[in-house]
């Protein structure tokens, strides 16, 4: 009779039948999930305990919590954690191998240690400084990390991180809290990263220049309508344009055979992100007097650090901060008249500058340890998001100096972006898996004269 007594206290203790609903506490939430469930069916585990609230899971989107998205959904969530915008995969390869931190662009690190790749290992592990400015510069929008504006893993996507709201098709406007960058994204809306030097925000504190977005943008489509689930989460086929647009013969520019040779966003593109550089500097003292009218970098933690006068930065991978802030500048930041290349099936493709870096480094003494150390220039072809019904005019790519690859040469020569795009070819996969590479001598000769409509 007194185990059966102590029984009954322990579950009015701890599973109380007079418990109150969870919004009793937690006000400003409210379920609103596509299916109707209740607060338990995602946050709570019976049987286990997370650390600070017995059986709750806090995020049930967080990657790394014990049951991901209640259990529903396993399948795609093992894809999510595997994918580009989890792992980084792309993005740390290629830095890596631009600074000389591995000998190809082959996938071996990502932002945690999981489909087979091995968690990119930090500064103080590895020496190399390429390391400590992607943990500190480059790796704060992927999904296992949380910023202020959005949650974690599945919930950047599909959750208001202030409602709390679901969102069960991603909205632009969300696709964009994370690709708000000179990168692909932001060009759809028509948006174009203004440069750091405060001269720029005298009038406003827009951070972009507003060009001509994507005509898809203007008709009303939002990024989910070609960038479906199966491409985002689970990495599988692309839409193309032929898929909604049929190639018409009788347009005068497709008549031309010599034009079965081209992307459709080689003509349709009228502008792209051509970012030349970067330089980038690593301060272990950092001098706040003379970056103070540059710190508008697209990096939150730039003026509160200025503010505070400190000298270490937020390492995104583990979550501390750690000594040395790093800075950005740019060569030269361009849009008009797109550089063209050539991808792997041969196609004429627009280039985009992907980067050529110059690295600085002083320790805390103030002693330069690496002076402007140009880095492996890359350019890769990539998809502009600027599409626009008509096509650009014949003569903004033959004998087009800056299309060709040759640089700017009205009214000004710039010698190093000449470099830049003409380089001994370096076949490296681009954001998107292909190869691309510049447009080669004899090409170039083809397509030397200029040609009106």
């Known amino acids: 009779m007194k185990r059966l007594f102590v029984v009954f206290l322990f579950c009015l203790l701890f599973f109380p039948v007079w418990a109150k609903p969870c919004n009793t506490c937690h006000k400003d ?9 209740n607060c338990t069916q995602c946050h709570v585990i019976l049987k286990k305990v997370e650390e600070g609230h017995p059986n709750v899971v806090k995020d049930p989107g967080d990657l790394k919590a014990k049951v991901v998205c209640g259990g529903c959904h396993k399948e795609i969530v093992g894809y999510v954690k595997s994918s580009v915008m989890a792992t980084a995969v792309r993005e740390i390869a290629y830095t890596r191998f631009e600074w000389g931190a591995q000998n190809t ?3 071996i690190y990502a932002t945690e240690a999981v489909a087979g790749y091995k968690k990119i290992p930090s500064f103080e592990s590895s020496g190399m400084l390429v390391d400590d400015f992607l943990r500190k510069k480059c790796l704060r929008c992927h999904l296992f990390v949380e910023t202020k504006n959005r949650a974690k893993g599945c919930g950047a996507c599909h959750m208001n991180k202030k409602s709390h709201a679901f969102i069960k098709r991603p909205t632009t406007k969300k696709c964009l809290s994370c690709h708000k960058f ?7 809306v028509g948006l174009f990263e203004r440069d750091y030097n405060d001269v720029y925000y005298f009038f406003s504190q827009d951070h972009y220049h507003h060009l001509l977005p994507d005509i898809h943008y203007e008709k009303g489509f939002s990024c989910v309508d070609c960038h479906s689930a199966q491409e985002i989460m689970m990495g599988k086929t692309k839409i193309k344009c032929v898929d909604c647009h049929k190639y018409k013969r ?3 520019a497709h008549k031309i055979k010599a034009h079965d040779k081209l992307r459709c966003s080689a003509c349709h593109s009228l502008w792209s992100f051509q970012d030349y550089g970067p330089y980038v500097i690593r301060e272990d003292n950092p001098d706040w007097i003379k970056w103070g009218h540059l710190l508008n970098q697209f990096d939150p933690q730039l003026k509160k650090l200025a503010k505070r006068g400190e000298d270490s930065m937020m390492d995104w991978i583990d979550g501390k901060k750690k000594k040395g802030v790093w800075f950005i500048g740019w060569y030269i930041r361009l849009w008009e008249t797109p ?3 050539v991808d792997e099936n041969k196609k ?4 985009r500058p992907d980067y050529a870096f110059y690295v600085s480094y002083t320790d805390e003494a103030g002693r330069v340890v690496i002076d402007n150390k140009k880095m492996i220039p890359v350019v890769n072809c990539y998809t502009p998001h600027t599409i626009r019904k008509g096509a650009r005019a ?23 972006i000449e470099n830049l795009l ?10 998107f898996g292909i190869l691309g590479r510049p447009l080669d001598n004899a090409t170039i000769k083809k397509l030397f004269r200029r040609v009106d409509p």
Do not use: W
């Open 394 to 416: 014949c003569y903004s790519c033959h004998g087009n100096f800056k299309a060709l690859g040759l640089g700017l040469v009205h009214g000004f020569s710039l010698k190093k």
């Open 182 to 188: 000179n990168r692909v994204g932001q060009d759809f």
């Open 339 to 341: 550089p063209l290349g």
């Open 348 to 351: 004429v493709c627009v280039l």
């Open 422 to 431: 003409n380089i001994n070819i370096v076949e490296i996969r681009n954001y």
């Open 250 to 252: 009788n347009n005068k």
């Open 105 to 107: 662009p082959d996938f």
């Open 29 to 37: 939430y409210s379920v609103s999930h596509p299916v109707k469930l």
